[in-house]
């Protein structure tokens, strides 16, 4: 199985082996850490990589860049590096992605497969209408990996192919800024402790994300925004429908979906704790999307981090659930179930326990 996974502690070993085998430049792909020891990677570099995912400690002029691994079952294939957005330097140089095959796993297929899943990544990340991305003229096999994934030639300079590649993702949720100001303000029409409920939600989220190779900012607003329906008055099943429409309205259909699939970890109606206090259109625009929606690695993210965030922070997933159960005198025992089982899946996938990994003990909203 291929797949992208990003740079994170709990593979550093064969990371670091990969790393030495990339060449410090190769085609205007920069390795900065070969040659470097693996203690080295540990205290320096990874670090480094994870943090500059986060938008964190980058150099002047640098963008926040995620630097994922291709991976075939258990080997390291490839490195792709995906930059957030353009600053004029990447405009008119490298782009948005870049990428290198090791030597040995070249012409079968890996530069292809892996360009398709960081454009996956690209489409929540980047908010740009299209991908850029650079290539050497005489380097007609990374051309065609680009040509493949739907790329087209717009421009030729110094012996460089300037190729785009349309973003169908631009814009599905709001940045983290206007996330932030869109709960500030749904609190003040309806103060209470579902704010920060929410900044718990998507601190546990981005931190989750960041452990399992998802888009952490993406991870982070999706948890923010999920319950921002309860702008609207204090309303149980209501406020699904109304967080859907409302971010419907505003033109973020990752952040509906969200609002929708939130409630439902079994993506069914009858699954739901709380009053059923909606109108007969809502119940049925629930219901519908619902059966629609495929559930992604989003959608249970958020779903988990529903179930572990309090409004004092984070909290054992048994005592949400618990103290749930006694405001609403009833929990459904499959939802129950299936919280438990969310748990397990990703602390698999982070290969981390679940507390640690958002910080329990440490994180106040
Ligand atoms: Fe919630």
Known sequence: MIFLKQAQAQCSLKEWEFVQ????????????????????????????????????????????ETFFFLWDNDMIVGQFRLRHYLCESLSTGAGHIGYFIANNCRGKGYGTAGLRLTLEE???IVPDEEIYLRVNEDNPASLHVMLNNGGRVVAEHNGKLFVRIPNPGK?????????????????????????NHSKTAAHCAEKIALYSGLCPEK???????HDIGRKFGKRH?????????????????????????HSFNEMQIEGYVGNFDTTEAETTLIRTKLKETKPDD???????????????????????????????GHYDQNKWNRNLELKTLFERRMKLDLYAAVEKDQFHP
């Open 21 to 64: 085998k990339m060449p410090v430049d190769e085609n205007g792909l920069t390795n900065p850490y070969h040659g470097i020891s693996y203690e080295g990677f540990l205290e320096t570099a990874l670090p480094e990589m994870m943090a500059f995912a986060e938008g964190k400690q980058l150099p002047d002029g640098y963008v926040p």
């Open 122 to 124: 690209a489409h929540r």
């Open 171 to 195: 814009g599905r949720y709001p940045s983290k800024t206007e996330a932030k100001s869109l709960l500030s303000d749904g609190g003040k029409c309806n103060p209470g402790p579902w704010i």
């Open 219 to 225: 991870a982070y607003v999706l948890g923010l925004l």
């Open 237 to 261: 099943l209501g406020h699904v429908s109304d967080g859907y429409s409302y971010m419907m309205e505003l033109g973020y259909p990752d952040a509906a979906r969200i609002c929708l699939t």
């Open 298 to 328: 989003y959608d249970l993210l958020i779903q988990l981090c529903d179930a572990i965030s309090g409004s004092d922070g984070v909290m054992d997933i048994l005592d949400r659930m618990n103290d749930v159960k006694r405001r609403y």
